[in-house]
């Protein structure tokens, strides 16, 4: 069976393409936002800022199972972020051995910026819905998302 080459195509070919689409869709969007606005950040390296930002510091394993990557990935993820000023690296007050990951003042002002273009890209993807529309998506999707989740 071919790929589908338009939004219905993939709607009726179940929910699962559909959502991947449109995170592939969400993930260009953001980076190209980003970009426009002079931050060269890929989407989980700003994911990881804004856990940062929102939870405050903590350790790359922690960081790691909350974005679903694996600790290389993290730490790799981490060290692009510590080079460009956005977190830094400081001891864990009850652990010698163990690191906290926090958020820079720059990476908080760039939090700020990925926020900014976050909310564009939402207002764009939801500007053909009414309010009630919005609201129904939302339930859905959390919905959905629960009953995945009790599975595990």
């Excluded at 906290?100 to 939402?122: E, F, L, N, P, Y």
Aim: charged letters at 25%; glycine letters at 6%; hydrophobic letters at 40%.
């Amino acid at each position: 069976m071919p790929s589908p080459r338009t939004a219905s195509d993939t709607a009726a070919t179940g929910p699962g393409l559909l959502i991947h689409r449109i995170r592939v869709e969400w993930v260009r969007a953001l980076e190209q936002g980003l970009r426009m606005q002079g931050l060269e950040l890929r989407f989980t390296q700003a994911q990881a800022l804004k856990r940062l930002v929102h939870d405050g510091p903590k350790c790359s394993g922690d960081l790691a199972r909350e974005l679903d990557h694996d600790a290389g990935a993290m730490t790799r993820v981490i060290d692009q972020l510590v080079a460009l000023g956005y977190v830094r690296r400081n001891p864990d007050a009850h652990d010698r051995r163990a690191l906290r990951i926090s958020a820079t003042d720059a990476g908080i002002v760039a939090w700020k910026t990925i926020h900014a273009v976050q909310q564009r890209i939402t207002e764009r993807a939801l500007q053909h819905l009414d309010p009630d529309q919005r609201q129904t998506l939302m339930t859905l999707l959390a919905r959905m998302l629960d009953s995945l989740q009790a599975d595990h």
